[in-house]
């Protein structure tokens, strides 16, 4: 028989393979019908084990961001509860802390309206605060509208650069620009036998004025009467760090007395600062200072 006419069986694990007849310019061609079927069965089964391992994955990684969901909105909750209750222990300790200020123009100018004082002209690029610091009065000034407002002086966080040169006395409000080291706000003190602010000495003023032990070489610059019970400060001052860094600053107040007790719209930035721009937004804010004591309507 010619080679081009034989064939002949293989024996292989599978199915048996026909060997084609192997004839000139024939191609040889294996049948293999049973491991074709066992390969497409595995790789069936492949494509399930990853659909299920898809899955599994999926499953896992939504557990873990609802955990974290749950655990996040916890810690949330318990973080505003603590803040709540801190702010409520703060409230009752503080003697001159009634409610949260008032930054709504419109609604701060309805408030100081009702305790008699008049509107403020809030000048472009300035925010209003009015707070009741009692049940019969209240105050207010205009600041830099960039600055952060900080209430009640809770100083927890350490800001050295400012701290050095902080106005003493109790604080009920300020904004500052924490990095220049640069706040205008308002502080209380015991003006003790005094009556008006004319009567306070130069002494206690510029203890306020310039922070009182971080302050070396104070002088008070000017003290002049806009109106009975009522002056403009001016100051100057240097405070030194804890790295023996010495700067040289300016300080401008609006003072007055009322109950006994010493106000003043106290603002501060360095020297520098003080001459090239921030002096005239301090000046403005301190001279918006406003202090009223009971309410009308």
């Not at 209240?138 to 407002?149: D, K, Q, R, T």
């Not at 650069?161 to 902080?166: P, V």
């Not at 700067?247 to 520098?272: E, Y």
């Not at 002096?279 to 804010?285: H, K």
């Amino acid at each position: 028989m010619a080679r081009e006419a034989q064939s002949c069986f293989v024996a292989t694990s599978g199915a048996p393979r026909l060997r084609a007849p192997l004839g000139a310019g024939c191609e040889r061609r294996v049948v293999t019908r049973g491991a074709a079927v066992v390969r497409m069965m595995e790789l069936e089964s492949q494509q399930e084990q990853k659909q299920q391992q898809q899955q599994q994955r999926a499953a896992a990684q939504y557990a873990v961001s609802r955990r974290a969901v749950v655990a996040r909105g916890a810690a949330c909750a318990a973080v505003a509860a603590l803040a709540a209750l801190r702010g409520d222990l703060l409230r009752s300790s503080a003697p001159h802390a009634l409610a949260a200020s008032v930054t709504d123009k419109t609604k701060g100018n309805q408030l100081l309206k009702s305790y008699g004082l008049p509107e403020q002209n809030v000048p472009s690029g300035f925010g209003l605060i009015v707070t009741r610091i009692k049940p019969d009065v209240v105050v207010s000034f205009v600041h830099p509208g960039s600055w952060l407002l900080n209430e009640e002086m809770d100083l927890t966080v350490d800001r050295p650069r400012l701290d050095k040169s902080r106005p003493k006395g109790k604080a009920i409000v300020r904004a500052a620009e924490f990095r220049k080291a640069e706040e205008v706000g308002i502080f209380l003190d015991s003006a003790g036998s005094a009556s008006s602010i004319e009567q306070v000495p130069n002494a206690a003023l510029l203890e306020i004025l310039t922070g009182g032990e971080g302050a070396t070489d104070a002088k008070l610059l000017t003290r002049v009467s806009l109106e009975p019970n009522r002056q403009l400060l001016t100051a100057k001052f240097v405070t030194v760090t804890d790295a023996a860094y010495a700067f040289d600053r300016r300080a401008i107040a609006v003072g007055t007395v009322v109950d006994g007790r010493l106000f003043l719209c106290v603002g501060q930035a360095t020297d520098k600062r003080y001459k090239k721009s921030v002096g005239e937004l301090l000046e403005t804010s301190v001279k918006s200072f406003q202090i009223a004591k009971g309410a009308v309507n």
